[in-house]
């Protein structure tokens, strides 16, 4: 993962508001969640999260797909995955440790 990609990521969840819009997909899984509901759900305001949605698509952290007349959004998986991957990949000077079975995360499904 480029350093530039992580450095996006970080700064796009460093936001209370873009945090819990992760969280909640995270949550919600491959399925996703209308831009709708994540707004009901988190008490924001449609054009604050198109906002925040904005930011965190930005940052490679949220896809969309289009259902319709919604818009869904899933967290990136994959890019969470390697977030968490580069920012531990020498963790434990290179011993095993918690953070190595990284992979395994999620049920091992990348």
Do not use: W
């Given at each position: ?83 968490v991957g580069y920012l531990t ?22």
């Amino acid at each position: 993962m480029e350093s530039n990609l992580v450095v996006r990521a970080l700064g796009a969840l460093a936001h209370e508001s873009r945090l819990a819009i992760f969280r909640t997909l995270v949550v919600a899984g491959p399925d996703g969640m209308a831009a709708g509901e994540i707004a009901q759900r988190l008490g924001l305001a449609p054009s604050s999260l198109s906002f925040h949605l904005k930011d965190l698509s930005h940052a490679e952290l949220v896809k969309s797909r289009q259902e319709g007349r919604f818009v869904i959004y899933t967290a990136n998986f994959d890019a969470m995955t390697d977030l968490v991957g580069y920012l531990t990949e020498n963790c434990c000077a290179g011993a095993a440790c918690a953070a190595s079975d990284l992979p395994n995360a999620c049920g091992g499904k990348r």
